[in-house]
């Protein structure tokens, strides 16, 4: 199914797919201002703790109310939950004029995490009602793939309307349209008829009377948090018994410690090269520096996903293509880190995030493959939180580095730890005549029983 006739032929998803277009436009277009006020208020001095300090405000709220939002997602009508968590993001995202009015980055960090919060909820919602949205296994295939182009499209697309409003018309303005855009998406999921059939039961169930409906949200979100911690144990337990799997979540770890500091540093960079290359014919250089870095990036992304497709069409040899699309992730940071110019980091940033396609959707379907259906939902929960933290972790200790040691240095550092664990993924493989047996499907997966 292409996805012309998708979006033609479900209405309710296709209200589902622009409420997601408009409100991450928003939220790429937003970021580019953001980062660029964080780094002006900080100054010089920890411009690389101010950004590590926001990513981290950025990525936490997933995991603190990622638990809670699944919740509550289960139990109400969730095309609610995402218009109040697009009405609720309206409105906080109206903060950043008070930072930018009273320049704070403490109000940057609460407004950032408190966004995310609300976030949470909404992309629980928007994950949950696509397979009730669609009808078949082809829908559903279309679905996700529409979805995640659409995330790469909107952080060029987003970055670069971003880059431009905020050198030609200012910031404030930036975060206005934000707001805006999480308003519209409101309106327009509004206008879906779907409507879950138990929505109704459930909802009388949560909201009971008074202080009873409280205490039942709460026991719901304390049972969530215990389980959320049962099963990313259980799911250690399962990758601990497999080999492949183990190797797999090693080097995936790794990965996220050098890909912190990618994270924590393309901002800063995307800033002083854009001073350098735009400075003197543009307002504000470092918006427009840091919005050409961002475009890149979901470039890359877009030109990434057939790449990935086609290089990863046969399941033989995955593992080689995974090590070898590894070395040269590592390797391509290196090389940004060096570049002297924006024009010259730009072609090496969408080199590298074409690469990340290959070596990411290699990694997904080796997982994918090794993993017994019964477990594969822990076994992807946990391989996510171990990747975003140990990437988080990263983040500030690179920001901090950034801050003693300079940008150039410890992108450097960031680009060798990844190459490293390209290396390490070698060590770590089995025989090279063993691969097809080392990443059978589900249905031939009989390996190591973990019951």
């Not at 010089?44 to 101010?50: C, V």
């Not at 109000?107 to 078949?136: D, E, M, Q």
């Not at 205490?215 to 259980?234: I, K, M, P």
Request: glycine letters at 10%; hydrophobic letters at 50%; aromatic letters at 10%.
């Amino acid at each position: 199914m292409t996805y012309r006739e998708l979006l033609a032929g479900n209405a309710d998803f296709r209200r589902l797919w622009s409420g997601q277009v408009v409100s991450e436009i928003g939220d790429w277009l937003n970021n580019i201002a953001v980062l660029a006020l964080a780094l002006e208020l900080a100054g010089p001095e920890r411009q690389g703790r101010a950004v590590a300090v926001y990513a981290i405000a950025r990525h936490l709220p997933l995991f603190v109310f990622g638990p809670v939002a699944g919740v509550i997602v289960d139990r109400t009508d969730r095309r609610r939950v995402m218009i109040a968590a697009d009405c609720a993001r309206a409105v906080l995202a109206l903060g950043f004029l008070v930072a930018h009015a009273y320049s704070s980055l403490p109000v940057i960090y609460a407004v950032g995490a408190s966004l995310f919060s609300a976030s949470a909820f909404f992309n629980a919602a928007k994950r949950a009602t696509i397979p009730n949205l669609c009808r078949g296994a082809d829908e559903m295939l279309a679905a996700n793939s529409l979805s995640a182009s659409t995330t790469a499209a909107t952080i060029a697309v987003g970055s670069a309307c971003g880059g431009l409003v905020a050198t030609f018309f200012g910031r404030d303005i930036v975060f206005v349209l934000n707001a805006a855009t999480f308003l519209a998406s409101a309106l327009i999921i509004r206008r879906m008829v779907w409507r879950r059939p138990t929505a109704v039961e459930d909802e009388k169930v949560l909201a009971g009377v008074g202080e009873a409906g409280r205490a039942g949200v709460a026991a719901y979100a304390s049972r969530s948090l215990r389980l959320a911690v049962t099963e990313f144990r259980e799911g250690l337990r399962y990758v601990r018994g497999d080999g492949v799997l183990a190797a797999v979540f090693v080097v995936a770890a790794c990965w996220g410690l050098g890909n912190g500091a990618a994270r924590a540093l393309y901002s800063i960079f995307g800033a002083r090269l854009g001073e350098g290359a735009a400075s003197g014919w543009l307002a504000r250089p470092k918006d427009f520096g840091i919005s050409v870095l961002f475009v890149a990036m979901g470039l890359g992304g877009v030109l990434g996903a057939p790449l990935a497709r086609r290089f990863n069409s046969s399941a033989e040899s995955l593992g080689a293509r995974m090590g070898r699309s590894l070395c040269a992730d590592g390797c391509a940071l290196f090389v940004f880190s060096l570049t002297p110019g924006l024009w010259w980091a730009a072609p090496v940033l969408i080199l590298r995030e074409m690469n990340f396609a290959v070596w990411w959707t290699a990694q997904q379907t080796i997982l994918m493959r090794r993993t017994r259906d019964a477990y594969a939902g822990r076994v992807f929960a946990t391989h996510e939180t171990i990747t975003t933290l140990t990437m988080v972790g990263s983040i500030y200790l690179a920001g901090a580095a950034a801050d003693r040691f300079g940008i150039r240095v410890v992108a450097a550092a960031g680009g060798s730890i990844i190459a490293l664990s390209g290396l390490l993924w070698f060590a770590l493989r089995r025989r090279e005549g063993e691969i097809v047996a080392e990443y059978p499907s589900r249905s031939e997966n009989h390996g190591a029983t973990h019951e």
